[in-house]
């Protein structure tokens, strides 16, 4: 049964002293991928910044800025040997309920139309597509649009955002 954690994944705070080996994971993830110093200004600039660690080793990770009335999922990551185990939805919901606790009305994310799995993870946990950032990220040729979807809370919760 290897799709079976054989610890569950403790979720906490991520740490200075951790910078490095997050972005060393996030290098094996994307092509394009944040530096160990996106990561310290993260840190630096107070968002919230989580892992979720399983015996001893950071398996995922995310990132969330939060505004006034509303969140910036900046970044979401599960190792590539530790993927398709339920790990990016349990980190994705400790964000929403980290906004939800904070009165954030929507949260607002970027996801490559090429990204599928993370498309419809989003989708599964009722993110709506709201607008297209076209040349947003870097390719390996040229640059890719991002798909911006947008989660809203409280009130207006699972309606999607007006174009």
């Not at 994705?92 to 993870?121: C, D, K, M, W, Y």
């Amino acid at each position: 049964m290897s799709a079976v954690l054989s610890q569950s994944p403790v979720l906490r705070p991520m740490r200075m002293s951790e910078v490095k080996a997050i972005a060393a994971i996030e290098r094996t993830v994307y092509s394009h991928p944040w530096t160990a110093g996106n990561f310290r200004d993260s840190l630096q600039a107070g968002y919230s910044c989580w892992v979720l660690e399983c015996a001893g080793q950071i398996v995922a990770y995310g990132v969330l800025m939060i505004g006034v009335d509303e969140a910036h999922l900046l970044n979401l990551s599960v190792a590539k040997e530790w993927q398709r185990r339920g790990l990016g939805w349990q980190l994705l919901q400790h964000f929403i309920a980290i906004a939800r606790s904070g009165e954030v009305q929507r949260i607002f994310l970027e996801v490559r139309p090429s990204n599928t799995a993370a498309r419809a993870l989003y989708r599964q946990a009722g993110f709506h597509e709201h607008a297209v950032r076209r040349s947003y990220y870097p390719a390996q040729v040229g640059r890719e649009d991002a798909i911006l979807m947008v989660l809203k809370l409280g009130s207006g919760q699972g309606e999607e955002v007006t174009r």
